[in-house]
């Protein structure tokens, strides 16, 4: 099995900042794309930011320019760098990672358990 297990969210006041960590672990053979999701009270779960293996990177438009997303291949670590923090970040911040098991599997998506980011005075 494949587990994601996510750190660093915390209770930080508005423009203040966070690093959230995402390691994976267990059956893996190769990472795709890794990626943060983020899901508000009463609201869908919706992307915050995605990279490749080769280090191409997706924002939302929400978070462009406030958060940087990278990752260590070597540790099946992605990051998430999150500045000048607004309320409406406010959020459980899930990980996800499209997970090759072997060389000849395709990718399958697992996602952690979530990490949660609240912004507030």
């Known amino acids: 099995q494949v587990q994601l297990v996510e750190s660093g969210g915390n209770l930080v006041q508005p423009g203040g900042s966070l690093r959230l960590s995402c390691a994976a672990s267990g059956s893996i053979y190769s990472i795709n794309a890794m990626g943060w999701y983020r899901q508000a009270p009463g609201k869908q779960r919706e992307l915050v930011a995605t990279i490749t293996s080769g280090g191409s990177t997706v924002y939302a438009d929400s978070v462009k320019g406030r958060f940087t997303i990278s990752r260590d291949n070597a540790k099946n670590t992605v990051y998430l760098q999150m500045n000048s923090l607004k309320p409406e970040d406010t959020a459980d911040y899930y990980c996800?990672?499209?997970?090759?098991?072997?060389?000849?599997?395709?990718?399958?998506?697992?996602w952690g358990k979530g990490t949660l980011v609240t912004v507030s005075s």
């Open positions: 996800n990672a499209n997970v090759r098991r072997s060389m000849r599997s395709g990718g399958m998506d697992y």
